[in-house]
């Protein structure tokens, strides 16, 4: 997960910057607005292009410098030899003369084109000696095109760059003319874009509203805004009503999304990610174990038989949005296999914390309205093994199981992981049929384009379109996709917000100190221990292998970012201390174990990656 926002992040900006000498120019130098293509003469996308491109030169004149680079399309024998005869040009005026013809002469790229284009650079005339210098230099140019799209993650054709950050809205006249001109909407579209593409954002986004929460709650604002989150809200039907204050709401309704985001996520690892063999699954899952077994098994020894021992579930979870965040913004001092590792072995951490609700942290059990939880699994059984893949009938199905988990006694947002692991998959899509299928319908309602009364594709063909692009995603995935950025950026900072404020106060320590120890103690020393403990055992009875791409020094860095338990930590914490001073009391504790969990772990990663790199010099 981590290394794919990685990847997204960087591929969003130009690798290169504009060449007045390499790279082939329209427009002044000097214009404010820079669009770099890279294209291929054979893409029939890049063609249709040029049009638009056409379009927006005439409307913005001299604001607008315009370059194409070559990214030859693969599949397509005349697709590199059109790049390399344009490079033959003598002079950019030739080359863009070449350009042009490359793209406009006929409707499909032909030998007949690179033939004629041939003949205008006067390629035909050449001797032998000089003919190949012109090809020798035509394919480097083009082989350096090439590199430069790779490092600037082109994956197809055609790709554009404006001022350069990867443009990846519509191809039309109006919408690239609001994209480079900056519109108030476009600025802030890709700022957002920009900002939850960075992978460390979300876990920034937590700390700041955490931050915020503890700035009111210790402000002359903080009776109100305690009084804010207590304040009843519901519906009313008739004689009967359902109401929650706006805390309950967020931390057993909306906090519901969180959970169905970590069970698809859950589902997604053990289908297809890195837990699907048992192999690359072995080593996580012994790390995660360790991890929350030492921690709870410290806290018991600390805290003797009472109501403070229900809360050994506190330091046993790990959040896993600061612990990527901290990860990811070390970059490559963190292997890709230790960001995997604690990824995957966080996930297995979830799956732990999810258990323990269940079974220790919910209430008095109702069982009329846990027949009826079950009933409704059942129907979600059905409509899952009788192949329905719209969304909508399981959401609505899951709204009704999350109102039937609540009556029932368990946590309500348990219903988001049931749901969650009856969602459906499907096998992979045939990509090459569906395109097919695809271009055909394209093809033929471009046929009717230039008849009276026809406005665009007709509805059958646009419901076609609708349906090859439902089957490209499983619901599993398309949920996965919409729902996990609101759960990062809207339901965890919410749930911080409402849950992290903490009066400071030396009369919230007083006679807490041995739980304050059990928590801190709990995350910042039993996660990695447990960590490094569990999976050295794993390693030495064969049942996983470690990697020698990291240390088990690094692996104990990993295991002390572990150590960072805020979201799910605070979460139990509530559900385990329901008197308001033990609760503060804990939350205090997770935040100086999340802090010191995370100047070790970055400490430790720091200091071993530092001497490993010596070693190898």
């Given at each position: ?6 990847t ?25 607005i ?33 370059v194409?680079?070559?990214?030859p ?32 002469r ?35 140019r ?7 799209s ?33 519109s ?142 901290l ?48 009933a ?36 309500a ?23 097919l ?10 046929q ?42 809207l ?127």
């Amino acid at each position: 997960m981590t290394e794919t926002q990685d990847t997204v992040a960087a591929s969003k900006r130009l690798d290169r910057p504009v060449d007045d000498v390499l790279d082939h120019i329209l427009g002044p130098v000097h214009a404010p607005i820079t669009l770099v293509e890279y294209g291929s003469y054979a893409c029939p996308h890049c063609r249709a292009a040029n049009e638009r491109i056409t379009e927006v030169r005439n409307q913005l004149g001299e604001r607008l410098r315009y370059v194409f680079r070559h990214r030859p399309l693969i599949g397509s024998d005349l697709a590199r030899p059109a790049a390399e005869l344009a490079e033959s040009a003598a002079n950019h005026t030739q080359f863009w003369d070449a350009h042009v013809t490359l793209m406009t002469r006929s409707n499909t790229l032909t030998e007949e084109d690179l033939r004629a284009v041939a003949d205008d650079l006067g390629l035909t005339r050449m001797d032998a000696e000089m003919a190949q210098r012109v090809a020798e230099r035509a394919r480097q140019r083009v082989e350096f095109d090439i590199d430069s799209s790779q490092a600037s993650g082109v994956y197809f054709t055609p790709t554009f760059f404006i001022n350069g950050r990867r443009y990846d809205g519509p191809w039309d006249e109006s919408s690239f003319i609001d994209a480079m001109l900056g519109s108030l909407g476009h600025r802030v579209r890709t700022a957002a874009l920009s900002f939850a593409s960075w992978a460390p954002s979300a876990g920034i986004l937590l700390l700041l509203a955490s931050i915020l929460a503890m700035v009111l709650t210790n402000s002359s604002l903080g009776a109100g805004f305690e009084a804010f989150w207590h304040t009843e809200f519901g519906f009313a039907f008739g004689q009967t009503g359902f109401r929650m204050s706006l805390l309950h709401w967020v931390n057993d309704a909306l906090l519901t999304v969180f959970f169905l985001v970590v069970g698809l996520e859950i589902k997604r690892e053990f289908t297809v990610g890195h837990l699907a063999s048992r192999r690359a699954a072995a080593l996580p899952i012994a790390a995660a174990i360790g991890g929350m077994t030492v921690p709870t098994l410290i806290y018991l020894f600390l805290i003797p038989a009472g109501p403070w021992s229900i809360g050994w579930g506190v330091p046993m979870a790990t959040d896993t949005a600061f612990a990527v965040a901290l990860v990811a913004m070390m970059g490559a001092r963190v292997p890709v296999e230790l960001r995997i590792f604690l990824t995957a072995a966080a996930i297995v951490d979830d799956i732990g914390a999810i258990i323990v609700v269940a079974i220790f942290y919910s209430g008095d059990l109702h069982a009329g309205y846990l027949v009826a939880a079950i009933a409704l699994i059942g129907v979600l059984v059905l409509l899952n093994r009788f192949g329905i893949y719209r969304v909508l009938p399981y959401i609505l199905i899951g709204v009704a199981l999350w109102a039937c988990v609540h009556a029932s006694g368990l946590h309500a947002t348990l219903a988001g992981v049931i749901l969650a692991t009856f969602i459906p998959t499907r096998p992979p899509p045939d990509y090459t049929t569906l395109a097919l299928q695809a271009e055909a319908i394209l093809t033929t309602e471009a046929q009717h384009s230039s008849e009276q009364y026809r406005r665009g594709p007709s509805a059958p063909a646009l419901e076609a379109l609708d349906t090859i692009h439902d089957r490209l995603e499983s619901p599993a995935d398309r949920l996965l996709r919409n729902a996990a950025p609101r759960s990062s950026y809207l339901v965890l900072p919410l749930f911080a917000l409402a849950n992290a404020g903490v009066a400071i106060s030396t009369d919230v320590f007083s006679q807490h100190g041995m739980l304050v120890l059990a928590i801190v103690a709990g995350l910042a020393i039993g996660k990695p221990l447990g960590f490094v403990l569990a999976s050295a055992l794993a390693v030495r009875f064969g049942i996983a292998h470690k990697p020698d791409t990291y240390s088990w020094g690094q692996l104990a860095g990993a295991g002390a970012l572990a150590g960072i338990g805020f979201t799910m930590s605070l979460f139990i914490a509530g559900q385990a201390f329901p008197h308001v001073g033990d609760f503060a009391v804990a939350k205090i504790a997770v935040f100086a174990a999340s802090v010191l969990s995370s100047v070790v772990g970055v400490a430790v990663l720091w200091r071993t990656q530092a001497r490993k790199n010596m070693q190898e010099a």
